[in-house]
Structures are given as C-alpha cells and as structure tokens.
C-alpha cells in the first residue's frame, strides 16, 4: 500500500501515519517527491485495509499498488531517481558514461584506462578487482591490491569508482575503496548479499542476472530497498539465449519496459551484452537511443593482453570513436551524454 499524503501536511502528520505503520508491525517507508510525501509500506502479508489511513489527518489517500514489487515502482514514486555518486547524478538529464577494464591488471594498466577513458569523457571508471570466473581456473582478479589501485586512479583522474562485489565476507573491504558496489549478473538472486548492501548507504549498480526476468530484476533490487538503501541502478547486461553468434542477447526491449515500471536508472552494458569488440559501439548507440541513463563499457589500453575479457574490450581510440556516436544519438533524442 502506498499513503499519499497531501501537498501541506505537516511532518507531525506525517509521522503519526509513520507511526500508525509501525503499531501494526510493519514498516514505512517515506518517499519524498516534489510536491508531496508518499509512504510505502512493506512487511504485510495480505492486502491492508486503505480506511485505517484514509481517515488520519494530511492523507490525500491511500492506493493499493498492483505490483509485487512496490518501492523500486513507478507507482510509488513517480519521478526518476537521480543517484548521486560523489556529485556525479545518475538517472538524471544527463546520459553518464562508466568504463575501464573488466579486471585491474596492474597500476600502469588502470592508470592509463583511467585517464584515456575521461578524456574521452567517461565520469566513472569500472574494473573488477574481485573477478567471479566462469573457470576457477581463470584470472580471480588482484583483490585488495586491486581496490587500492582503483582509488590510486581516483584520486589521480577524480573518476568515481565502481567495482564488483562478490560476496558479504568482502563487502566491507570493498565498500571503503569503491563508490558504487556493482552486483554481478551471477550473483543478482544472492540474497544475502542483496541484503547486506540494504544495509549500506551506498550506490549499488545490480546487474540483470543471466536468465532473469525483468519482474525477477526488479524484486532483487526490491530487497536492496526494502532495507532502506535507495541509491540502486539496474543495469541490462544480455541475457541467455539459443543465439551464439553472440556472447550474451542484449535485451534492448528491457530498458523501455523498465522505466516505465521502475523510478530506478537504467543502464545498459554492451560489452558484456554482445561480447564482440567491434559491434559494442552499435549496441551502446542502441542502448542510448532506447533511453538508458547511463553505460557501462569495457576499455583497456591494450584489448590483446587483457587478462579477462579482451575480445569485446574497446582501445582507447574505439572508446573515444564510441564517445562520439552515442554523443550524436545523445543529442538526436535530446539526452545529453555528460
Ligand atoms: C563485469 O562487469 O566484468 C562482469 C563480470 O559482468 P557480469 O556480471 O554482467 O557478467
Ligand atoms: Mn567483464
């Protein structure tokens, strides 16, 4: 249920439906909107009688919400949320562009990802120091050492950082170097983890899982809020299907549907989502054009050694080529690419 105040109700007011929520065992939940408090409620197991609310003093009214989902929806709240990341505003008028390597190798690789990718103008720098490989036989990424590079290359470029977390015994390690804590598609029904970083007060970037639905994407993130951690950005990554032509079908009808049914910004990562360097740049035009908030790009300053991921890795050169394109599907749909 969600109890829609009234454009001049007090915070007194307010607080005794707060209070209302909490006598019955439940738990509100106080959006701010522009013109208007709403407060959802979690916690019920059936539907909840709307006269309880309707009645208090400040209620405009009380609305049952149709979705399983009820906090990441647009029902609840109906403007976008903007995640801040350290003054960088995700989901807002601006498209913002994250990328780096898909692993920190070294300090001279994360460096030189690090300054090529923010020349070209990338605001955030992406690169896995905790890597979950397909393989256990592959490269695991260099962890701690790993993170500490990462916010070496912060601190030299002003890039924020956003890096893979695999698991709760690592998350407090990786929440002190990182700005946004990413959740990767193997690991987006990883309840605990989800429920750890509700926890949190800090940018979570979830990824859809590898055969997950948009309703399943949308409850994962429904964890991560239900705790009270609302700075969640959903992000499409491809999805499995019978093509291999590809590495993963990039699900561009996701990115509609989800803002529509979601206040949550939407991402899009081609890289991961085609899996061929040299058709990323067309998918990352699609995502653009589709209405995505935000991409997520693979970058290294040398694709051929990468140590994961090379093959849909762009070179410095390809990003700035990338830059350019999705800046000129940026402006066709007047969405500026930051
Ligand atoms: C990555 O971003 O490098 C990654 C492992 O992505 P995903 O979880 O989408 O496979
Ligand atoms: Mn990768």
Do not use: W
Not at 36 to 62: C, H, Q, W, Y
Not at 113 to 128: E, F, M, P, Y
Not at 180 to 195: F, K, P, T
């Amino acid at each position: 249920m969600l109890i829609v105040m009234k454009p001049q109700a007090t915070p007194d007011e307010v607080e005794a439906v707060n209070e209302r929520i909490r006598s019955m065992g439940l738990t509100p939940h106080s959006i701010p909107g522009a013109q208007r408090v709403a407060i959802g409620i979690t916690g019920n197991k059936g539907a909840l009688e709307p006269d309880v609310f309707v009645s208090m003093a400040g209620v405009a009214d009380a609305i049952r919400v149709s979705q399983p989902f009820k906090l990441v929806s647009r029902e609840v709240k109906e403007e976008d949320s903007i995640i801040d990341v350290g003054g960088i505003p995700v989901g807002g008028p601006e498209v913002m562009v994250m990328a780096g390597p898909c692993s920190v190798e070294s300090k001279e690789q994360i460096l030189e990802a690090a300054q090529g990718v923010r020349a070209s103008g990338a605001r955030l720098l992406r690169g896995g120091a905790f890597k979950p490989r397909t393989s256990p036989y592959e490269f695991q990424g260099l962890k701690e050492e790993g993170l500490k590079l990462l916010a070496m290359a912060r601190d030299a470029t002003g890039l924020k950082v956003v890096t893979e977390v695999k698991d709760t015994e690592t998350l407090p390690m990786v929440a002190e170097y990182s700005d946004v804590l990413q959740v990767g598609a193997r690991n987006m029904q990883n309840y605990s983890l989800l429920e750890a970083l509700g926890n949190l007060r800090k940018p979570v970037l979830l990824k859809r899982g590898l055969s997950a639905t948009i309703k399943e994407l949308l409850m994962a993130a429904e964890y991560i809020l239900s705790r009270g951690n609302y700075q969640v950005m959903l992000c499409e990554r491809g999805i499995r299907t019978y093509e291999t032509m590809t590495r993963n079908t990039l699900d561009i009808n996701a990115v509609p549907v989800l803002k529509a049914l979601t206040h949550l910004p939407v991402l899009v990562d081609p890289s991961h989502g085609i899996g061929l360097r040299k058709h990323v740049a067309a998918v990352a035009r699609a995502g653009v054009a589709a209405g995505a908030d935000g991409l997520i790009i693979e970058v290294h300053p040398c694709p051929e050694k990468a140590l994961s991921d090379g093959h849909q890795s762009l070179s410095l050169p390809e990003f700035e080529a990338l830059m350019r394109q999705v800046r000129g599907i940026g402006t066709a749909i007047g969405r500026p690419v930051a």
